[in-house]
Nanobody, 125 residues
């Protein structure tokens, strides 16, 4: 699967952004989708994930209640709605996909994870 992330940009603290991840192919429904983020000098960290059916989600504690992940099966797209953004949310955000069992959600990255190219989110104070 090929992934194309978009929607990053510059926003003030407290603002909102919506990231999108467009997936190629009709196998979109077989993949769990997720978002990770990375700042220079630090490891890529998990942000949010959604199961292939959309029925299960998982969030990092740092973004719980502020971010929401969803997927549009008809458009082969996953979204990350980010609200109440903080300067510490500044990072390059990567969408991810992995073949998952029913109900499974991505929690960590592994060799079976597909990645998009990343989109930069900058939150100013």
């Amino acid at each position: 699967v090929q992934l194309q992330a978009s929607g990053g940009g510059l926003v003030q603290a407290g603002g909102s952004l919506r990231l999108s991840c467009a997936a190629s192919g009709r196998t979109f429904g077989t993949y769990g989708m997720g978002w990770f983020r990375q700042v220079p000098g630090k490891a890529r960290e998990f942000v949010a994930a959604i199961s292939k059916s959309g029925g299960s989600t998982n969030y990092a504690d740092s973004v719980k209640d502020r971010f929401s992940i969803s997927r549009d099966k008809a458009k082969y797209t996953a979204h990350l709605q980010m609200s109440s953004l903080k300067p510490e949310d500044t990072a390059v955000y990567y969408c991810a996909a992995r073949l998952m069992a029913i109900g499974g959600v991505i929690k960590t990255a592994d060799a079976n994870t597909y990645w998009g190219q990343g989109t930069l989110v900058t939150v100013s104070s």
